[in-house]
Structure formats: C-alpha cells, structure tokens
C-alpha cells in the first residue's frame, strides 16, 4: 500500500464515520475506495464493515446525552439488530456478491418516503404509539429485517433505521438519531465479529486505516448533526439517500 492509498483510505474513513453518524450511508464512500484500489468486493466489504466498528460506536458516545432516559429502549431495540447482524454477515459470506445490487436501490427509496412523510405520518398514527402490538412486533421484525441488510452490505442501514424509527416513534428526530447510532453500531460491531472468525480475506492495514478515520469522523458528525435543526436534518437524510441510490444504479 502506498502513501497515497493510505491517504485516501484514512480520509475515506473519516468521511464514513462524519456521515454515518449524522445520517448513514458512510459505506457508500469507504467500499467504492476499496474498490478502486484494486481490493475484490468480498474483501473490501468485509475490511469495510471491521474497520467501520470503531467509528459506529464513537458516534453512539457522541450523542450520549440524547440517549439518556432511553437505556432500556435502547437495549431492547437492540436484540434484533444483533440477531440480524448475524444472518446478514453469514449471508454476506454465503450468497452472490452481486445479490445487493438489485436490493439496495428499493430499500434506500422506501426509506427516503417514510422520512419525508414522517412528520406526517406520525400526527396520523398518534394513536398507534399506545397499541401494545406496536412495540412487541411490528419494530422488532423491521429491525431484524434492516439488521440482516446491515449485516451483508449496511449501506444507508443508518437511514433504514431513521425512517422506520421515525414514523413509529413519538420522540424528536435527534433522539432518534441516537438510537439508530447505537444500533448501527450493534450491528456492525456483531457482523465483524463473524468475519473476524469466519472470513479469509481480510485486508487489516485498510480496515486499521478506515477504524481510525471513522472514529474521529464519528466525533465530528455528533458534533455537527447534533446542533442541525430537524428540517435540516431531515432534508440532509433526503440528500444522501438520493445520492447513495444514484451511486448504486448508475
């Protein structure tokens, strides 16, 4: 690896850990790097998601204040995105390369809508935050389901959550923004747990440099998105989701 490409991979990783926390979709700027410096997808995807961990979780402990009060929340939200990790990681390792290609693009758009009809959305379902059914299924299966996508591409994972959260939620945008860290996080840090025993190739300078970037990159994006306004936020999470559809379809 040269200077250059060591740059590049450590600014790549910055950038990933800036924009996961404030939004998702870091991947999308890591993994074409990888690319592009000659690492095969398996090996780019899987070195990408190791070294994205430590940028996950110093994103999490940057929006610490607005997780207080939503520790058991948190926690319980957080078993199906393990799980789903999981599958997703063996997945990941299982099935065609090229799988995520056709998948990607419908669940970044469905995530976009459910952003931008949000607001919306919520004052219509007020009543629904109550339904015991609420919490016991229907979050759960979702998160398990964007868990398993975390877990063999997670790609705009970030936004999934938000806009899942979002309409089933009544708390503001940016304590949901902390609970989609934390559970970002769970499931990046479980998927590298099954690649770091069961992947052959993993490239550890690239994933080294990517940890290191993303960490510091984590702390910027609290820092930034927690003093965004929620149009803004929400108008941000828009522009992204648009551009990550663009880069995958194109």
Same mark, same amino acid.
């Given at each position: 690896?040269?200077?250059?490409? &060591?740059?590049?991979?450590?600014?790549?990783?910055?950038?990933?850990?800036?924009?996961?926390?404030?939004?998702?979709?870091?991947?999308? +700027?890591?993994?074409?790097?990888?690319?592009?410096?000659?690492?095969?997808?398996?090996?780019?995807?899987?070195?990408?998601? +190791?070294?994205?961990?430590?940028?996950?979780?110093?994103?999490?402990?940057?929006?610490? &204040?607005?997780?207080?009060?939503?520790?058991?929340?948190?926690?319980?939200?957080?078993?199906?995105?393990?799980?789903?990790?999981?599958?997703?990681?063996?997945?990941?390792?299982?099935?065609?390369?090229?799988?995520?290609?056709?998948?990607?693009?419908?669940?970044?758009?469905?995530?976009?809508?459910?952003?931008?009809?949000?607001?919306?959305?919520?004052?219509?379902?007020?009543?629904?935050?109550?339904?015991?059914?609420?919490?016991?299924?229907?979050?759960?299966?979702?998160?398990?389901?964007?868990?398993?996508?975390?877990?063999?591409?997670?790609? &705009?994972?970030?936004?999934? +959550?938000?806009?899942?959260?979002?309409?089933?939620?009544?708390?503001?945008?940016?304590?949901?923004?902390? +609970?989609?860290?934390?559970?970002?996080?769970?499931?990046?840090?479980?998927?590298?747990?099954?690649?770091?025993?069961?992947?052959?190739?993993?490239?550890?300078?690239?994933?080294?440099?990517?940890?290191?970037?993303?960490?510091?990159?984590?702390?910027?994006?609290?820092?930034?998105?927690?003093?965004?306004?929620?149009?803004?936020?929400?108008?941000?999470?828009?522009?992204?989701?648009?551009?990550?559809?663009?880069?995958?379809?194109?």
């Amino acid at each position: 690896m040269s200077p250059a490409e &060591a740059v590049a991979i450590l600014a790549a990783g910055g950038a990933a850990g800036t924009v996961n926390t404030i939004v998702g979709s870091g991947t999308l +700027i890591t993994f074409p790097v990888l690319l592009g410096l000659g690492y095969s997808p398996v090996t780019a995807n899987v070195s990408n998601t +190791i070294g994205l961990v430590p940028g996950s979780l110093s994103g999490a402990y940057g929006y610490r &204040a607005e997780l207080g009060g939503q520790g058991r929340r948190t926690m319980r939200l957080g078993i199906p995105s393990l799980v789903g990790g999981i599958i997703g990681a063996v997945l990941l390792l299982t099935l065609p390369e090229s799988a995520f290609k056709r998948i990607v693009p419908v669940f970044i758009a469905a995530a976009l809508v459910l952003v931008v009809v949000q607001p919306w959305l919520t004052r219509r379902l007020a009543r629904w935050h109550d339904h015991p059914v609420h919490a016991r299924g229907v979050i759960p299966i979702c998160l398990f389901a964007i868990g398993v996508y975390g877990g063999y591409f997670g790609a &705009a994972q970030g936004i999934l +959550i938000l806009g899942l959260l979002g309409i089933t939620l009544s708390d503001p945008l940016q304590r949901i923004n902390a +609970i989609k860290n934390v559970l970002a996080a769970l499931t990046n840090a479980v998927a590298g747990l099954v690649f770091l025993v069961a992947a052959q190739h993993v490239s550890w300078a690239a994933a080294g440099l990517i940890a290191v970037g993303s960490t510091l990159g984590g702390q910027l994006g609290a820092r930034v998105g927690r003093r965004l306004p929620e149009p803004a936020l929400r108008g941000l999470v828009v522009a992204v989701g648009f551009a990550a559809i663009l880069k995958l379809t194109l």
